[in-house]
């Protein structure tokens, strides 16, 4: 495997671990876990540490996730409550 198929597949698999921790926050909300809680502060350090690496390496620019964030946050706010102030 070369660099840059590491790269991706620890990417990758770092997203499939936060979808699980995401996951078992929803399944088991009655229970409280702090260990769950732990598990997705971990899993997304995790993941925008993949993030950093693959801006290190050249596959995205700081601007371009800038430039997508803010279209994502334009498109929740028609789209979702969650930038409503309830």
Do not use: H, Y
């Not at 399944?27 to 769950?36: G, I, S, T, V, Y």
Request: net charge negative.
């Amino acid at each position: 495997m070369n660099k840059k198929q590491e790269l991706l597949t620890i990417t990758m698999e770092e997203c499939g671990e936060l979808i699980q921790a995401c996951s078992k926050l929803i399944r088991f909300e009655d229970d409280k876990c702090p260990d769950d809680l732990k598990n997705l502060q971990d899993e997304v350090g995790d993941l925008m540490c993949m993030i950093e690496l693959l801006t290190r390496d050249g596959f995205v620019t700081e601007e371009q996730i800038k430039d997508r964030m803010f279209l994502k946050e334009q498109k929740l706010m028609k789209w979702s409550s969650l930038f409503n102030e309830d």
